[in-house]
């Protein structure tokens, strides 16, 4: 579904990415471990094309993101670690636009976003503006403009902040639902914890560099997830 080979960006002197190579197989939930600066936030923008890279390819869906944008965007949703969605629309018209850029028909837009609006309890809240949604409104109004055109691949950053208890368990029963029907996901995230119960396999970057990835139990072994990314981060070899 997703396959990463060789991916290098630097700025200046410095590789944000380095040599990064993954595959993210169709029914597999990825999760994309690593500190403030490792690279995570860099090779997600720029495997849905949102920045250039030095080296390497991405394919989607055996698409290139630098030669087949289109089919690539077209087969994905992104969501970013910071929900910047347009202030000035209701949150029913953001929906609806972003509906009619993926071509989603009328009863099939409207089925799914009565459904996720639903879930989230936003429903009544879609006729208001969105400048006046809190973060976790608005976090919760990018997750279900996501879902809506059935994408095979979904690529979140840290798509758990700002979500209340409640809404962090449905997001995951999509998540999962979503790799189950034959999806796949790639998100980072800081929480540990959640990771460990959700993803089917994981990889741990610092400095740009991938330094352990395969699949959970193969990771951690018998630690847990936290004392093996704490020992991996504290060993400078």
């Not at 809506?148 to 758990?160: G, Q, R, S, T």
């Not at 979500?163 to 540990?192: N, Q, W, Y």
């Not at 396999?201 to 847990?224: C, F, P, W």
Request: glycine share 8%.
């Amino acid at each position: 579904m997703l396959k990463i080979e060789h991916l290098t960006k630097t700025y200046g002197e410095k590789h944000a990415v380095d040599d990064l190579s993954l595959t993210i197989a169709p029914g597999e939930i990825y999760g994309f471990i690593g500190h403030n600066g490792a690279g995570k936030t860099t090779t997600l923008k720029a495997c849905v094309g949102l920045i250039d890279f030095d080296a390497g390819e991405i394919t989607i869906d055996g698409h290139s993101i630098k030669t087949e944008p289109l089919a690539c965007k077209r087969a994905l949703a992104y969501i970013p670690d910071n929900p910047d969605v347009y202030d000035f629309l209701t949150g029913i018209r953001y929906l609806n636009f972003i509906a009619d850029v993926f071509g989603v028909d009328s009863e099939t837009r409207t089925e799914r976003i009565r459904k996720y609006a639903d879930l989230f309890e936003l429903t009544k809240d879609l006729a208001m503006p969105i400048s006046s949604y809190s973060h976790g409104m608005k976090q919760k109004l990018v997750i279900i403009s996501a879902w809506l055109h059935a994408p095979k691949l979904i690529l979140m950053d840290e798509p758990f902040v700002g979500l209340d208890p409640k809404a962090s368990h449905i997001l995951k029963e999509m998540m999962r639902e979503h790799c189950e029907a034959g999806g796949a996901i790639f998100f980072s995230t800081h929480v540990l914890d959640v990771a460990e119960k959700l993803c089917d396999k994981v990889a741990i970057i610092k400095g740009g560099k991938l330094l352990v990835t395969g699949s959970m139990e193969e990771v951690k072994g018998n630690d847990s997830l936290e004392d093996v990314f704490l020992e991996l981060e504290d060993n400078d070899d």
